[in-house]
């Protein structure tokens, strides 16, 4: 069974870069048959998603987020990570990653992990 | 404002039905395949539908989707409390060339 856990600190001061890790266990981030995405949800409101990332490492960010974003993979690790910079309170919320079948089927999720942007 | 319409909450009595509607355009919904999950706090969100109508593994039949033109529906049938949760649809959008998600539908059991 594909499992996704979501890790990084729970806090995070404005205007610094936000760094979260995704540990995959039951699979390999190295897959050729998958993407690796990264979804948010702010409190109280609906799901954003962020980005998807291959094996090959090539991208695809949400626009809005684009010049903020950055995704990568460590295959050694079997992790993916997402680094998302100058961040603003309105970035607060519970950040999820996801394997993604066929770019819209988001089969298996983490739990979340709660981003605080505060000073 | 969502790029995908839902109806922020839906109720009904145990072992009843709801429908939970999500609305889109020709470039999103009506061009790509629509998916459906449930977000329950503090769980992990759940695949409950893929490819319009495609049920998930280890998703009981009470889960059902469909979709028309623009538009694409997911009932719960035979209601259970556990069934209480928040449910979104998603597709592609071909024009923002993004996922696109609804802005989420509040299931409450009487």
């Known amino acids: 069974q594909v499992q996704l856990q979501e890790s990084g600190p729970g806090l995070v001061k404005p205007s610094e870069t936000l760094s979260l890790t995704c540990t995959v266990s039951?699979?390999?981030?190295?897959?050729?048959?998958?993407?690796w995405s990264w979804i948010r949800q702010p409190p109280g409101k609906g799901l954003e998603w962020i980005g998807y990332i291959y094996n090959s490492g090539s991208t695809n960010y949400n626009p809005s987020l684009k010049s903020r974003v950055t995704m990568s993979l460590d295959t050694s690790k079997n992790q993916l990570s997402l680094k998302l910079r100058s961040l603003t309170a309105a970035d607060t919320a519970i950040y999820y990653c996801?394997?993604?079948?066929?770019?819209?089927?988001?089969?298996?999720w983490g739990q979340g992990t709660l981003v605080t942007v505060s000073s | 404002q969502s790029v995908l319409t839902q109806p922020p909450s839906v109720s009904a009595a145990p072992g009843q039905k709801v429908t939970i509607s999500c609305s889109g355009s020709n470039s999103n919904i009506g061009n790509n395949y629509v998916s459906w999950y449930q977000l329950l706090p503090g769980t992990a969100p759940k695949l409950l539908i893929y490819d319009n109508d495609e049920r998930s593994s280890v998703i009981p039949d009470r889960f059902s989707g469909s979709k028309s033109g623009t538009s694409a529906t997911l009932d719960i049938t035979g209601l259970q409390t556990g069934d209480e949760a928040d449910y979104y649809c998603a597709t592609w959008d071909s024009s923002l060339s993004l996922v696109v998600f609804g802005g989420g539908t509040k299931v409450t059991v009487l």
């Open positions: 996801a394997r993604v079948n066929l770019l819209t089927i988001f089969k298996y």
């Open positions: 039951g699979g390999s981030v190295n897959s050729n048959s998958y993407y």
